[in-house]
């Protein structure tokens, strides 16, 4: 399902209290610039979307409690997957046409 941009800043704000309290994980494997991890899943902790800087800041927690933004400027389309009315995937295309995608672990429902 194709999110609308003008919805994108309150729909993350639900997904990422949703994931503070799940402390679902997330696959970074199709993250074109990856983590500074090798781990498979990460802990997603937030997800936000500042449209003053036209950019999603995709927020991740590794074993050691360190934490890494992962940054996608201008983005220009998010895709959502859901698992019933869960979320269970989403992929945001950037401005180069690249996609970046991050599978839960166990689908969140957003609060």
């Known amino acids: 399902m194709n999110l609308e941009k ?9 997904l990422s209290r949703a994931v503070v309290k799940s402390r679902t994980e997330a696959e970074v494997a199709a993250l074109p610039r990856g983590l500074r991890t ?3 899943w990460v802990a997603l902790v937030a997800v936000r979307y500042d449209a003053e800087r036209d950019l999603i800041e995709i927020g991740f ?18 895709v959502i997957e859901k ?6 995937a989403m992929e945001v295309t950037d401005c180069d046409g690249a996609a970046h995608r991050v599978e839960l672990k166990e689908p969140v429902a957003l609060v």
């Open 6 to 14: 003008s919805g994108w800043h309150e729909y993350f704000e639900r």
């Open 38 to 40: 090798d781990a498979a």
């Open 83 to 88: 698992h019933g009315e869960a979320l269970a």
């Open 61 to 78: 927690e590794f074993a050691d409690k360190t934490t890494e933004d992962y940054v996608i400027s201008s983005p220009r389309a998010v």
